[in-house]
Nanobody, 126 residues
Framework: QVQLAESGGGLVQAGGFLRLSCVASGHTFGDYTMGWFRQAPGKAREFVAGVLWGGGRIRYEDSVKGRFTVSREDAKNTVYLQMNSLKFEDTAVYYC???????????????????WGQGTQVTVAS
């Protein structure tokens, strides 16, 4: 049983920046692959960025490469998403998720993640 809590969302102007944080409960955070997903109105939830358990492999959705940076601080049970050069198209509810499977590959699929936060709203004004 793991609880995830996102924070850091808000309203920003296009070209601005935000840093999202996700804090997890429990003592096995380092064993979880951590992912960030987002869902815009009328659209399905989609993978944004993730970091593999153990802190190795990192993946990004193509539209955020070069703008977003995902990182983790296992001693703090925290994963971050630094979002720079924000665009209107980034507007969505952003969710933190944990995959407990300790896989070799980093999944981008919602179904593979076991625990989810409640989401934090990011709104980018055009």
């Amino acid at each position: 049983q793991v609880q995830l809590a996102e924070s850091g969302g808000g309203l920003v102007q296009a070209g601005g920046f935000l840093r999202l944080s996700c804090v997890a409960s429990g003592h096995t955070f380092g064993d979880y692959t951590m992912g960030w997903f987002r869902q815009a109105p009328g659209k399905a939830r989609e993978f944004v960025a993730g970091v593999l358990w153990g802190g190795g492999r990192i993946r990004y959705e193509d539209s955020v490469k070069g703008r977003f940076t995902v990182s983790r601080e296992d001693a703090k049970n925290t994963v971050y998403l630094q979002m720079n050069s924000l665009k209107f198209e980034d507007t969505a509810v952003y969710y933190c998720a944990a995959d407990k499977r300790r896989t070799v590959l980093l999944s981008t699929e919602e179904i593979d993640y076991d625990y989810w936060g409640q989401g934090t709203q990011v709104t980018v004004a055009s």
